[in-house]
């Protein structure tokens, strides 16, 4: 009976301490209808738009007595702002307008990456010649780009990364910044983000914040953005999918161990509460500056929420142990003889010189982005990727980057240019240098392991 009293009490602590770390959320009371200014919209709404409405219906605003004004008011100041019948509005709901309500978010979300995947697009030189002409072109003109802009920018980079709405003289948003709901937008009243991109309009939902499935539609596809396939393929993903309706996910508080027990998603090891943590906006916080590195004390936190002692620290080593490899077998070497060849095409091609113009440059972005995932594979425990990345490293090492430096060799040093020459001569002692060492192949104690005589 003492016992039975002791995991009764225990199991209390554990919920009430879920509530207080957990994120606020709203009472679920549901008002016959909201007051203030925003009750004039709602009434016309509900025809003209009846799904946001819908939406706006079921999600914890309208619990919490917070209509369409509250949200879309405006400020003279704002660069968005027009008159709609009789109120200043603004059709973009920025982290601003969101931080009336829901500071601490804001204010952490700020500090993250996310809030400045805009400013990365657009400063980017090579991610601007990449967007705008390796898989677009500038034809897609506008008030706000009267000289063009990439339609394969627009509808592909910016939708993930966000880019800076461009209010047009005529008052009226430009339309190739609109609609946008890129993760890092840089809004008309300054601010940065977009807390739609994750809790989508107008319900707002915490629970599909949740899941991971918000996160890929970023995060996934090729090189360094396949996290969600490798997430679904862990042992993580696989529970998460087989005990999904176990996950709790409307829950105020949502700690693992306390509220779930069955899987993590991603909000669980990136944003959300554990015991000992509290919820951040921020998703840079539990990942190491370095970019090599992704388990730091916070995300080791995390990890000890459901892994007890030695199996997190371990873990950490064999994690370690596998960027090391790829360092030295891969990354190492194989960046010091990518730059070494742009060095001999350089010389030849002299002003004519394009970076990602060259078969070398895709091969590399292959090779790059293959151990890339390798990197995050290992990381969420995603093994079927981690051999699979280091099965492609060697293919596109040996069938396809070797070969090419050895074209470039020999362009080089029948080039009419000296300096060509000098570095093509370079390019083939660091070739085999680098291919001398027993991790490449000599020195193994069989030398035909294909079967043939």
Not at 57 to 71: A, D, F, I, N, Q
Not at 80 to 91: E, M, P, Q, R
Not at 192 to 197: D, E, L, S, T
Not at 376 to 381: C, D, G, V, W
């Given at each position: 009976?003492?016992?039975?009293?002791?995991?009764?009490?225990?199991?209390?602590?554990?919920?009430?301490?879920?509530?207080?770390?957990?994120?606020?959320?709203?009472?679920?009371?549901?008002?016959?209808?909201?007051?203030?200014?925003?009750?004039?919209?709602?009434?016309?709404?509900k025809?003209?738009?009846?799904?946001?409405?819908?939406?706006?219906?079921?999600?914890?605003?309208?619990?919490s007595?917070?209509?369409?004004?509250?949200?879309?008011?405006?400020?003279?100041?704002?660069?968005?702002?027009?008159?709609?019948?009789?109120?200043?509005?603004?059709?973009?709901?920025?982290?601003?307008?969101?931080?009336?309500?829901?500071?601490?978010?804001?204010?952490?979300?700020?500090?993250?990456?996310?809030?400045?995947?805009?400013?990365?697009?657009m400063?980017?030189?090579?991610?601007?010649?990449?967007?705008?002409?390796?898989?677009?072109?500038?034809?897609?003109?506008?008030?706000?780009?009267?000289?063009?802009?990439?339609?394969?920018?627009?509808?592909?980079c910016?939708?993930?990364?966000?880019?800076?709405?461009?209010?047009?003289?005529?008052?009226?948003?430009?339309?190739?910044?609109?609609?946008?709901?890129?993760?890092?937008?840089?809004?008309?009243?300054?601010?940065?983000?977009?807390?739609?991109?994750?809790?989508?309009?107008?319900?707002?939902?915490?629970?599909?914040?949740?899941?991971?499935?918000?996160?890929s539609?970023?995060?996934?596809?090729?090189?360094?953005?396949?996290?969600?396939?490798?997430?679904?393929?862990?042992?993580?993903?696989?529970?998460?999918?087989?005990?999904?309706?176990?996950?709790?996910?409307?829950?105020?508080?949502?700690?693992?161990?306390?509220?779930?027990?069955?899987?993590?998603?991603?909000?669980?090891?990136?944003?959300?509460?554990?015991?000992?943590?509290?919820?951040?906006?921020?998703?840079?916080?539990?990942?190491?500056?370095?970019k090599?590195?992704?388990?730091?004390?916070?995300?080791?936190?995390?990890?000890?929420?459901?892994?007890?002692?030695?199996?997190?620290?371990?873990?950490?080593?064999?994690?370690?142990?596998?960027?090391?490899?790829?360092?030295?077998?891969w990354?190492?070497?194989?960046?010091?003889?990518?730059?070494?060849?742009?060095?001999?095409?350089?010389?030849?091609?002299?002003?004519?010189?394009?970076?990602?113009?060259?078969?070398?440059?895709?091969?590399?972005?292959?090779?790059?982005?293959?151990?890339?995932?390798?990197?995050?594979?290992?990381?969420?425990?995603?093994?079927?990727y981690v051999?699979?990345?280091?099965?492609?490293?060697?293919?596109?090492?040996?069938?396809?980057?070797?070969?090419?430096?050895?074209?470039?060799?020999?362009?080089?040093?029948?080039?009419?240019?000296?300096?060509?020459?000098?570095?093509?001569?370079?390019?083939?002692?660091?070739?085999?240098?680098?291919?001398?060492?027993?991790?490449?192949?000599?020195?193994?104690?069989?030398?035909?392991l294909?079967?043939?005589?």
């Amino acid at each position: 009976m003492k016992k039975k009293i002791f995991f009764l009490s225990l199991a209390a602590v554990f919920l009430l301490t879920a509530v207080s770390l957990g994120s606020t959320e709203s009472n679920s009371s549901k008002p016959e209808e909201p007051w203030g200014a925003g009750r004039e919209c709602i009434q016309c709404h509900k025809s003209a738009t009846p799904a946001v409405y819908g939406q706006w219906l079921t999600g914890k605003h309208y619990g919490s007595y917070v209509g369409c004004y509250e949200c879309h008011g405006a400020e003279k100041s704002d660069g968005d702002a027009f008159k709609h019948n009789g109120k200043l509005i603004s059709v973009i709901v920025s982290p601003k307008d969101c931080s009336k309500c829901h500071e601490n978010e804001v204010n952490r979300f700020s500090q993250s990456g996310h809030s400045t995947a805009a400013g990365l697009l657009m400063t980017n030189e090579l991610g601007i010649f990449f967007g705008d002409y390796v898989t677009g072109d500038r034809k897609f003109k506008r008030p706000g780009f009267p000289r063009g802009v990439s339609a394969a920018g627009v509808n592909g980079c910016w939708k993930c990364h966000g880019y800076k709405v461009n209010v047009n003289e005529s008052g009226k948003i430009d339309p190739a910044t609109w609609p946008n709901k890129g993760i890092g937008r840089i809004n008309p009243d300054g601010s940065k983000g977009n807390c739609g991109a994750c809790h989508s309009a107008h319900g707002f939902s915490s629970a599909q914040a949740r899941q991971p499935e918000s996160c890929s539609g970023c995060h996934t596809g090729s090189s360094s953005h396949y996290i969600f396939a490798i997430y679904k393929e862990s042992r993580h993903g696989i529970n998460y999918y087989t005990n999904k309706d176990k996950m709790n996910l409307d829950s105020p508080g949502w700690v693992p161990g306390a509220t779930y027990f069955a899987a993590p998603t991603c909000a669980t090891c990136h944003m959300s509460a554990t015991m000992d943590m509290p919820v951040t906006h921020n998703v840079s916080l539990r990942k190491s500056p370095e970019k090599q590195e992704f388990i730091n004390e916070k995300m080791g936190k995390v990890c000890s929420a459901c892994h007890y002692g030695n199996f997190v620290i371990n873990f950490k080593l064999q994690y370690k142990g596998e960027i090391d490899f790829y360092n030295r077998k891969w990354i190492t070497p194989g960046t010091a003889l990518y730059c070494k060849a742009l060095e001999v095409l350089r010389a030849m091609e002299g002003k004519k010189f394009r970076s990602l113009t060259h078969p070398i440059d895709y091969i590399w972005l292959d090779f790059s982005g293959s151990a890339s995932q390798a990197r995050l594979a290992a990381a969420m425990m995603g093994q079927f990727y981690v051999d699979q990345s280091n099965i492609a490293l060697a293919e596109i090492w040996f069938s396809e980057f070797v070969p090419a430096l050895k074209e470039i060799i020999q362009m080089g040093k029948q080039s009419q240019y000296p300096e060509a020459q000098k570095y093509a001569i370079e390019l083939e002692k660091l070739l085999k240098e680098t291919l001398s060492k027993p991790t490449y192949g000599p020195g193994w104690p069989r030398t035909d392991l294909s079967g043939c005589q």
